[in-house]
């Protein structure tokens, strides 16, 4: 169950493992999160193409529609990868062929999730640039149009990250997961910002290796990490419901981490590059 508690802070200890563990799991699961990437900026090619072909029909609603269909195709090939990501962030391993053999049983959800995706960037792409096209011309009001514009797809986007991690660790159906990925923001704003600037820079990473790593399945993987410890929080939270109506509340990460960070251990470089000696 997930209830809102606003302030609930104190990351800096949290945020610190989960970089730790992002990167320690990626490295020990490297060719896990490789071959999909590969697979998927393929996919990613193809659909470009696809887009471009559309594209050449000159005509904005057929370019809008080919895009939000690219961006459902696409987050079909993401969704496949949230088991595996779930068991890695469980300290476990994620195999290639459950990568394979999950894409089928993502089509519905990955697919809406993506045209929900594809509209937000859509409305947002053609809405900004609209409202201040209007207002450098005079129109006053056009300014807090685009305003409303930016903050709405900020808040999408700030919240939508979290709907993979939800579905995938909880289970829940898609309007659930939804209303979650909202609720999780609004209580976690800091996090969710926090989470998000660091996939950009996961993303240049990405550009500089041609997608093969972090990749999609990097960030993902990122994303797991850290709502799977995030629920860390809401379970002491039921645990101790004398907070229940305190708007900040100190949360004991070091406490709820102990047994995460005593299982991923002490890491050196040397174990990075030859964890059999070590």
């Known amino acids: 169950m997930l209830t809102i508690t606003f302030g609930t802070y104190r990351f800096n200890f949290m945020i610190g493992f989960v970089l730790k563990k992002n990167f320690c799991d990626g490295w020990d699961n490297l060719l896990s999160l490789v071959v999909p990437n590969v697979f998927m900026v393929i996919i990613g090619l193809g659909l470009w193409i696809m887009m471009g072909t559309l594209g050449s029909f000159d005509n904005v609603i057929v370019s809008l529609l ?50 929900i995706c594809g509209v937000v960037a859509c409305l947002s792409s053609v809405g900004l640039p609209y409202y201040i096209h209007l207002f450098s011309e005079g129109t006053t009001i056009a300014i807090l ?97 004398e907070y229940s109506n305190k708007i900040r509340v100190k949360i004991p990460w070091d406490e709820l981490i102990a047994e995460d960070k005593e299982t991923l251990g002490p890491r050196t470089f040397r174990s990075f590059l030859f964890p059999w000696k070590d």
């Open 66 to 115: 080919a895009f939000i269909l690219s961006f459902g195709i696409m987050m079909i090939f993401v969704f496949a990868y949230s088991d595996n990501a779930v068991h890695i962030a469980n300290f476990g391993m994620g195999p290639i062929k459950n990568y394979f053999s999950n894409i089928i049983p993502s089509v519905k959800d990955g697919f809406l999730f993506g045209a």
């Open 145 to 241: 149009f685009a305003a409303c514009v930016f903050w709405v797809t900020l808040v999408a986007i700030l919240s939508l990250q979290w709907f993979i991690p939800i579905r995938a660790i909880m289970k829940n159906d898609f309007k659930k997961c939804l209303k979650k990925c909202f609720i999780i923001f609004f209580d976690n704003p800091g996090i969710s910002l926090f989470m998000a600037i660091y996939h950009i820079f996961l993303a240049a990473i990405s550009i500089f290796l041609l997608g093969c790593a972090p990749g999609f399945t990097g960030i993902l993987l990122s994303l797991t990490n850290t709502f799977r410890i995030l629920l860390y929080k809401y379970d002491w939270l039921e645990e101790h419901t």
